[in-house]
């Protein structure tokens, strides 16, 4: 499937949607602490987006009921929000998309509920950085498949494991867009498939395992744990690549 190459003035409409994205997740930042409901922080991320004039990307996207994928501890990714109240120690990643105008943002964080261990801190350290990394590393001309080789390379080099068959992706008039862009090379060869070109628009999301990342989906068809059971953590954001380089645009 074709890879959209957005004009600039496009560009700008997807970032404006990032940004709605982007302050919701700067806003939870102080909102999450302990005695927070799940239901909580899925009703203010929704208001927040609609009072920006924009609807929750996320929400009846594929059958999912909520504006917000809210996953605590182990769960990665897709937690659907739910009657649990936020304890001291806890971790919760927050997975956000807003569709303005038509035009579509999408980013993740993960966050410390009140005081944390040194390991979780470590964890959702890994997460950011390893977003950081690829985005240091985005060059038009190289393939994709270079990106996702370098990005599991960096992860698994401070001793975590990406999530297995999920991924980053393209984005822009669709929440969901070629190509895909898991965090790990998935193919014998990184010098295969499509390459980065300008114009481009896609979501870099570092989804960080443990001890393995064979992913486990639970019963309601959505909530993505990994088989060791252990804590995780997930960062995304979106980026364009304007002028030859790449630009984030989903940092309020």
Known sequence: MAI?????KEIEKIK???QVVARVLDFLEGFIKPGVNLLEIDKVSEKMIVEAGAKPAFKGLYGFPN???ISVNEVVIHGIPHDYTLKEGDIVKVDLGANLGGFFGDSARTYGVGEISAEDKALIAVSKDAFDFAFSQ???GMHFKELCFKLGEF?????Y???LDFCGHGIGKSPHESPEIPNYLDAPNPKQGPKIRNGMVFCIEPMICQKSGKPVIAKDGWTVTSEDGLRTAHWEN???VVNNKPVVLSRA
């Open 155 to 159: 992860i698994r080099h401070r001793g």
């Open 4 to 8: 959209n190459i957005y004009q600039p």
């Open 161 to 163: 494991e990406p999530l």
């Open 16 to 18: 404006a949607a990032n």
């Open 238 to 240: 979106c980026i364009a």
């Open 67 to 69: 504006a917000a994928c």
């Open 138 to 140: 985005v060059k038009v």
